[in-house]
Structures are given as structure tokens and as C-alpha cells.
């Protein structure tokens, strides 16, 4: 198995990330802490009357060093949910036709967004290249393995960030499951990180992979073998 244990791995520490844009394949990159307070703090109110939110699992992820996050992608409300469930700012790694318009380029980059465009290859190392530069920082990163929304099923998985990661570092990866389900007015949200995997030198990408879509469908609700 490669589930259940940290040991053996050993992440960054986290460091001061204000002027972590000055690098020069990531400039125009990085979260703008103001930008990401007010946004988070305006988000819970907006929401709240629309969502309970139960979190479980806060003790599988670090406190202070480097880790991937991979969830299951149910729909948009993933993401500002995600981030009221993690008690630290977040990276994310979001399709690139998100970023056309300006003003929503500043505003997503601002509060960690990531663009990741598969069709133009340099675009694509620029925020791979990125991803590493967060993690060497100490930072957490998202990567929906799916890609986009599949609604009360799981989709397939995509290894290409997983994989680059895995050559570069030695980082944790955090399997999160999420679910919706609608009560009365409010539909409940619940978030439930999973044990880290430990990545063994001589693990295929592909049994790597399937292992982590597994443990992503069993915390969602949804069965490992219908994959």
C-alpha cells in the first residue's frame, strides 16, 4: 500500500511568501494576503445561509511544511469551501479560461489561482514550474486530479502535475473527499481530509495514481471499485 503513513517524508517548511513572485518563472504569480482575507471573510457570509459545512480529518494535514492536496470535484462551491476547511492559505491549480477576462486574472491570481493551459505547452511548464516554486516555499497546493466537475460520479484521473511533482520532490499528498448533500434550505458540505500518501521510489505512476483516486472516491461516498 502506499496510504496510511508520513514516514519518510520529508517536506519544506513553510516560508514568507510576499516576495515569492520575484522569481522569474513565476513573476505576476503569488497570493495577495488582503485580497485572499476579505475574500474568504465576504465568501463565508455569502454562503453560510446556503451551506453547513462539517470538516473532518483536520489532524492528516501539516501544519507547517509543504503538501498537495487532491480532492474529489463535485461543483464551483468546491474551492471557497475547500478554503474555509483549511485552516492554512491555499494554492490552485484552475483551467486557464478562468484568467481570459483582466480584472478576473488579477483577482484569482491574487487569491492563489494557478492557470494551467494544456493546449499551449509553455503556458503549462509556467505554472508546473510554479507549483514547485510554492511547495519549495512550503505552501499547500490543490490539483482537482479529475480536471473539471463530474457530479455524483467519479471521473477519470490525471497524473501529469502529480507526476511532475513526484520527480522534483518529496511531498505529501492528502486525498480529500467531498460531499453534498441537500437538507431543507441549506444543502451540508462535508469535507474529509484523508490519511497522506507515502510515494515509494519504485511506484509505478499508474498504480499511484488509481490508489489515489480510490481513497478520493471512499471519502466521497462512492465506491473505489466502479473505477
Not at 465576504?42 to 498537495?68: D, Y
Not at 514547485?132 to 497524473?159: N, S, W
Request: charge should be positive; include cysteine; charged fraction near 20%.
Amino acid at each position: 500500500m502506499l496510504l496510511l503513513s508520513r514516514s519518510g517524508i520529508v517536506p519544506q517548511r513553510r516560508t514568507n511568501t510576499q516576495a515569492e513572485n520575484g522569481d522569474s518563472g513565476t513573476a505576476g504569480l503569488g497570493r495577495r494576503k488582503w485580497v485572499f482575507r476579505i475574500t474568504r471573510a465576504a465568501g463565508r457570509i455569502i454562503l453560510s445561509p446556503f451551506f453547513a459545512l462539517e470538516v473532518r480529518g483536520l489532524e492528516n494535514l501539516p501544519r507547517e511544511t509543504s503538501f498537495v492536496l487532491l480532492p474529489k470535484h463535485q461543483r464551483w462551491e468546491d474551492i471557497p469551501l475547500l478554503s474555509f476547511a483549511t485552516p492554512r492559505p491555499l494554492y490552485y491549480v484552475a483551467k486557464y479560461e478562468l484568467f481570459q477576462n483582466g480584472f478576473a486574472r488579477w483577482y484569482l491570481t491574487a487569491l492563489g489561482g494557478l492557470p494551467l493551459n494544456r493546449k499551449k505547452p509553455l503556458e503549462s511548464r509556467r505554472t508546473m514550474k510554479a507549483v514547485i516554486h510554492f511547495l519549495r516555499k512550503g505552501e499547500g497546493v490543490v490539483i482537482f486530479p479529475e480536471g473539471t466537475y463530474y457530479r455524483g460520479r467519479m471521473g477519470p484521473g490525471h497524473a501529469g502535475i502529480i507526476r511532475l511533482v513526484l520527480s522534483r520532490l518529496t511531498i505529501p499528498f492528502v486525498p480529500v473527499g467531498i460531499r453534498y448533500c441537500r437538507t431543507g434550505l441549506r444543502t451540508r458540505v462535508q469535507v474529509q481530509f484523508g490519511a497522506p500518501f507515502v510515494v515509494e521510489k519504485d511506484t509505478s505512476y499508474n498504480l499511484l495514481l488509481k490508489e489515489m483516486m480510490g481513497e478520493i472516491a471512499r471519502l466521497s461516498g462512492f465506491n473505489p471499485a466502479d473505477l
